[in-house]
């Protein structure tokens, strides 16, 4: 092959060759426009004066901002927002004009939990009120996730109530002062009610990990979703299921009772749940959860693919 290409590029070359020697016989004919009668020519010359344009004297301050900035609540960190659904740390309910965010405390201790709320649609804030004290609950919390139940078809922020689902370094997955327990509360409103809060421990047949996808209908149920995942203090394996939590807001007695189901989710083994979310629809019926994973083997490279389960 190679002795074909350059015997082509002698020969293309000794081509060139010859046409340089031989004289190109080229009459070149100058070319004349034909005349059209009928038509005058005329010149145009351009009388265009510049026009000064007087431009407002604007002075600038020294301090522009355009956003209006209102203080809310304090934390000992920023990890508060680790897990997955970061999303349900700020809650707002139309009907009630009420925002509520949930997040650690920074005092007494960022193993606390509290939430700043607001009822003018986000003008003014009430900050930092308590909702889960470690003192109570036997172990520090970590990353919540929280919302507003509201009884359907109220208007009145004072009936409304504020929930939360929280992971707690209980150790009871087998490290001491690690993963394991899980915590809910509830938190009226109203002025002067009492605070609710419970913490759940891995064991009899239950395992908490990183509660990572929470919701509340607008009917008022409570629900959550947490990865069945085996923790050894160093490393985390996704073990096949996930646990979704539902949550009835009990008025008289001012608990919240869950029951729980678990769904086989199998997904690739070297991939695992990336990220979960759930959701209903305005009817309360109708719902979704979310996942970002992979089914396919091999492994695709670089890609999530989203898996969606409905009820």
């Not at 190679?2 to 070149?28: E, N, T, Y």
């Not at 939590?245 to 690739?268: C, M, R």
């Not at 209903?280 to 999530?304: K, M």
């Amino acid at each position: 092959m190679k002795k074909l290409l350059l015997s082509i590029m002698i020969v293309g070359l000794f081509g060139l060759g010859a046409q340089a020697q031989s004289k190109a016989d080229l009459k070149i004919k100058p070319a004349k426009a034909e005349k059209h009668h009928g038509l005058e020519e005329t010149s145009t010359k351009s009388n265009n004066v510049p026009v000064a344009i007087e431009l407002p004297q604007v002075t600038i301050p020294n301090d522009v901002n355009i956003v209006t900035q209102i203080p809310i609540g304090t934390s000992g960190n920023a990890y508060g927002f680790f897990v997955d659904s970061r999303s349900a740390s700020v809650w707002a309910d139309n009907s009630l004009n009420t925002i509520t965010f949930t997040h650690r405390q920074e005092l007494p201790t960022s193993g606390h939990l509290g939430y700043d709320i607001s009822t003018d649609g986000g003008l003014n804030w009430e900050n930092n009120i308590t909702t889960y004290d470690p003192e109570i609950g036997g172990s520090n919390a970590r990353y919540p996730q929280g919302g507003i139940i509201n009884p359907e078809g109220n208007t009145d922020p004072a009936n409304a109530v504020q929930t939360y689902v929280a992971p707690l370094l209980d150790g009871s997955q087998g490290t001491a002062g690690s993963w394991g327990g899980l915590t809910v509360g509830a938190a009226p409103f109203a002025p002067g009610a009492t605070l609710w809060q419970d913490a759940w421990a891995t064991g009899g047949g239950q395992q908490w990990f990183l509660p990572d996808a929470f919701h509340v209908t607008q009917q008022g149920v409570v629900y959550f979703i947490d990865e069945l995942t085996d923790w050894d203090g160093t490393n985390s394996t996704y073990a096949g299921s996930i646990t979704i939590g539902k949550g009835i807001y009990n008025e008289a007695s001012g608990e919240i009772n869950y029951t729980f189901q678990s769904i086989e989710v199998p997904v690739h083994p070297d991939d695992g749940i990336n990220d979960i979310e759930i959701a209903f629809a305005p009817d309360g019926q109708n719902g979704y959860i979310s996942l970002l994973t992979n089914l396919e083997d091999p492994l695709p490279y670089t890609s999530y693919h989203p898996v969606l389960y409905k009820t």
